[in-house]
């Protein structure tokens, strides 16, 4: 039994595929950044313009990579969004590049829910 129509399957692969280019290829850094903080997935850019592989940054934590002057109002923003007080925000805050040097980013957050309103996880862009 077929559960999904060869139109609707290559339909899904050219959605996924499109996904993957913008993704992989988008000027800005993308990142999917668990409700721990921890890091899920990164694309190319904001490895290049933190100097770190996907590898290592993967599993870091977004407070690891934020300078400790900048940590407390991004942490009190994504707060906010976890209590539905805010769907995204915008902050002027420095990440550290993986030499140590503070390199000041905008970072743009939005929260992903569940079709319950649970928070599953947020979107993250950063433009150096």
Not at 2 to 8: F, I, M, N, P, Q
Not at 40 to 51: D, E, F, H, K
Not at 98 to 127: F, N
Request: glycine letters at 8%.
């Amino acid at each position: 039994m077929t559960l999904v129509s060869d139109g609707a399957a290559d339909s899904l692969q050219e959605s996924a595929a499109r996904f993957r280019s913008i993704y992989e290829h988008a000027a800005v850094g993308i990142t999917q950044v668990a409700m721990d903080g921890r890091l899920l997935m990164v694309n190319p850019a904001i490895c290049q313009m933190l100097g770190y592989t996907e590898a290592e940054l993967l599993g870091k934590t977004f407070s690891e990579l934020t300078h400790p002057d900048n940590r407390g109002p991004e942490q009190s923003l994504v707060e906010a969004m976890v209590r539905g007080e805010r769907k995204s925000f915008e902050i002027e805050t420095r990440r550290l590049h993986r030499d140590g040097t503070p390199l000041w980013v905008q970072v743009t957050s939005a929260l992903v829910q569940d079709e319950e309103g649970r928070p599953l996880y947020r979107i993250s862009t950063v433009q150096d």
